[in-house]
């Protein structure tokens, strides 16, 4: 069986009645049931997209869904993370060396020092206090 744009449509709703809100998601939802319903033994649109559908119960939609936006937000989690670590590293290294420098009485100590500084109160600093934020406000709730 062939598919029209209609057809295709009335997926959509059905899918979007099912509460998928995350677009890659949705779309894969459509392709998936588009593609069981062409593979489908029955010639009859209505039937072939009721045996889809059985097979997505909306609740099931709802927790893959929520298990990809749990995902979503552990990747973006990480990634904070792993900056909050590398401007902490920068600024650490370009302190101490700056303080190795002047020690030394070696050139461009001020430099290296301004740099770190810099770095550790706009960048490592912030960030840092903006991840204690939020994790006292969900230890909270």
């Not at 588009?34 to 097979?55: G, P, T, V, W």
Request: hydrophobic fraction near 45%; aromatic fraction near 14%.
């Amino acid at each position: 069986m062939i598919l029209t744009d209609e057809q295709v449509i009335q997926i959509e709703k059905h899918i979007s009645k099912r509460g998928v809100e995350i677009k890659d998601l949705f779309e894969s939802m459509v392709d998936h049931i588009c593609c069981q319903i062409e593979n489908s033994k029955h010639y009859d649109f209505n039937r072939a997209l009721e045996e889809a559908m059985e097979d997505f119960d909306a609740e099931e939609m709802n927790e893959v869904q929520n298990e990809i936006q749990i995902q979503m937000a552990f990747k973006k989690f990480k990634k904070s993370k792993k900056w909050q670590f590398t401007l902490g590293f920068i600024a650490t290294f370009f302190m101490s060396t700056g303080i190795l420098f002047k020690q030394m009485h070696w050139p461009s100590a001020n430099i290296c020092l301004l740099f770190g500084v810099f770095i550790l109160n706009f960048g490592f600093l912030p960030m840092y206090f903006f991840d204690r934020y939020k994790n006292s406000i969900k230890t909270s709730k």
